[in-house]
Nanobody
Framework: QVQLVESGGGLVQAGGSLTLSCSASGRTSSAYTMGWFRRVPGKEREFVAAILYDESTYYADSVEDLFTIIRDNSKNTVYLQMHSLKPEDTAAYYC?????????????????WGQGTQVTVSS
């Protein structure tokens, strides 16, 4: 089992920045893929970014060049740095772990999830 706890969400004005953190505990491994998803009420969970064991990164088109995913294996923590935030980035953000090789843009490709942290971007 892997436990994930997100933090860092909050209210920010459009154009601002925010950094989310996800701390992992339990049967963690630097070989696992870490991902971030977000969900707006009434919609499906949406892929945001993922980082593999070799620090290869993948992003949704909507956040490419605006968000950065970073992992610190020594702290079992993954970060999502978000810049130039827009009101449409408002969502609950979830951290996820994938225990099999590669990555997926589908929530079904991940085995463990955090409880989420709310990000609200005001216009």
């Amino acid at each position: 089992q892997v436990q994930l706890v997100e933090s860092g969400g909050g209210l920010v004005q459009a154009g601002g920045s925010l950094t989310l953190s996800c701390s992992a505990s339990g049967r963690t491994s630097s070989a696992y893929t870490m991902g971030w998803f977000r969900r707006v009420p009434g919609k499906e969970r949406e892929f945001v970014a993922a980082i593999l064991y070799d620090e290869s990164t993948y992003y949704a088109d909507s956040v490419e060049d605006l968000f950065t995913i970073i992992r610190d294996n020594s702290k079992n923590t993954v970060y999502l740095q978000m810049h130039s935030l827009k009101p449409e980035d408002t969502a609950a953000y979830y951290c996820a772990v994938r225990t099999t090789p590669g990555y997926s843009r589908s929530p079904n490709g991940y085995n463990y999830w955090g409880q989420g942290t709310q990000v609200t971007v005001s216009s």
